[in-house]
């Protein structure tokens, strides 16, 4: 049986109970981040002579963090990617019932 990391004994737990999600957490992000990694090429924004504008960090505060400037260019890796980015597409759609 796997140990729960430190960091999550805390935000895992309510009144003593453990939720069983708390071993789903970091795969399924990790998983969705490299998916996301392996179909496309996420690179800076480029101004008119086509050199990248540089973003300077700075975190908007509130509920949720975010980035207060997070503008990119996300274009798939590949033919085969955007394939198989329609073909995902297609079966999400199917599966909602839109058409």
Same mark, same amino acid.
């Given at each position: 049986?796997?140990? +729960? %990391?430190?960091?999550?004994?805390?935000?895992?737990?309510?009144?003593?109970?453990?939720? %069983?999600?708390?071993?789903? @957490?970091?795969?399924?992000?990790?998983?969705?981040?490299?998916? /996301?990694?392996?179909?496309?090429?996420? +690179?800076?924004?480029?101004?008119?002579?086509?050199? %990248?504008?540089? /973003?300077?960090?700075?975190? @908007?505060?509130?509920?949720?963090? !975010?980035? #207060?400037?997070?503008?990119? +260019?996300?274009?798939?890796?590949?033919?085969? @990617?955007?394939?198989?980015?329609? #073909?995902?597409?297609?079966?999400?759609? @199917?599966? #909602?019932?839109? !058409?």
């Amino acid at each position: 049986m796997h140990k +729960t %990391p430190p960091r999550f004994k805390r935000q895992c737990s309510s009144r003593g109970r453990i939720r %069983p999600g708390r071993y789903l @957490a970091l795969p399924s992000l990790f998983i969705n981040i490299a998916s /996301i990694l392996h179909v496309f090429n996420i +690179t800076l924004l480029l101004d008119d002579q086509g050199n %990248p504008i540089q /973003i300077q960090y700075a975190e @908007a505060h509130g509920l949720v963090c !975010t980035l #207060e400037d997070s503008r990119c +260019t996300i274009k798939p890796r590949s033919a085969e @990617a955007e394939l198989l980015i329609k #073909e995902a597409r297609g079966a999400a759609a @199917a599966y #909602e019932g839109v !058409t």
